[in-house]
């Protein structure tokens, strides 16, 4: 079966330095990579969507890669600030429906 | 502007009584809706989704059940409770025909414990 997995421990980062989160997946083809937010008792908040034929998405200080050879997605924050603390999760769908399959999610703390 | 609502923020239930979440949006009209649960420590599974009004879509076999009586209404139910289904249970939306580049937009959720 799909396998999404992400950094099992807690991430922890000085303010102003660059988060990197990972994103691995095997036994699927995703067409589509999503990266969320979620702060304790919330639901998550949609970032970044990321296509297959896409090397790189960016917004703002977000930045994420998709790697279909590797598998591999990365999430990065750039001068990461403490109010960047918090759950982040990423999202696989396949080019056919609209359901996408979450990973459980890296906790990052931005350290002030 | 869109917005998502659920109901109830929390909710403590006994093992083998009934479960009725309702989640509605408003501002847009045939949206996707989804049911996901969030168990402590676990990434989020999804349960049910819905591209139509009764359009049902089941991924995880288990006692729960989803319908959509309305199009921009999605209900979460379950006639018994089990232990195993304590949870954070979060409703989300997307727009419909192929993949948003907006995302989900996901409610607030509801906090269930079953005791």
């Known amino acids: 079966s799909q396998k999404i997995e992400q950094n099992s421990e807690a991430l922890n980062i000085q303010e102003g330095k660059t988060a990197t989160l990972t994103c691995n997946y095997t036994n699927y083809s995703p067409a589509y990579l999503q990266w969320y937010r979620q702060d304790p008792g919330r639901g998550p908040v949609f970032l970044l969507l990321i296509r297959e034929n896409e090397k790189e998405k960016r917004k703002e200080r977000l930045k994420v890669t998709f790697d279909t050879t590797l598998k591999q997605s990365l999430f990065h924050i750039t001068a990461s600030q403490p109010a960047d603390s918090a759950t982040y999760l990423c999202a696989l769908s396949r080019r056919t429906g609209n359901q996408f399959y979450f990973g459980t999610g890296t906790s990052l703390t931005v350290i002030p | ?115």
Do not use: M
């Open chain 2, 1 to 115: 502007s869109q917005t998502i609502h659920q109901w109830p923020a929390t909710l403590v239930q006994p093992v083998g009584s009934p479960l009725s979440l309702e989640c509605t949006v408003e501002g847009t009209s045939n949206p996707n809706l989804y049911w996901y649960r969030q168990a402590a420590g676990r990434g989020l599974q999804l349960l049910f989704y819905s591209v139509g009004i009764g359009q049902i879509s089941s991924e995880v076999p288990q006692n729960l059940s989803a319908s959509r009586p309305q199009d921009r209404q999605f209900i979460l139910s379950s006639k018994k409770l089990l232990l195993s289904d304590s949870g954070f249970y979060l409703c989300a939306w997307s727009k419909g025909q192929g993949v948003s580049n907006y995302g989900y937009t996901f409610g607030s959720g509801t906090r269930l414990t079953v005791v």
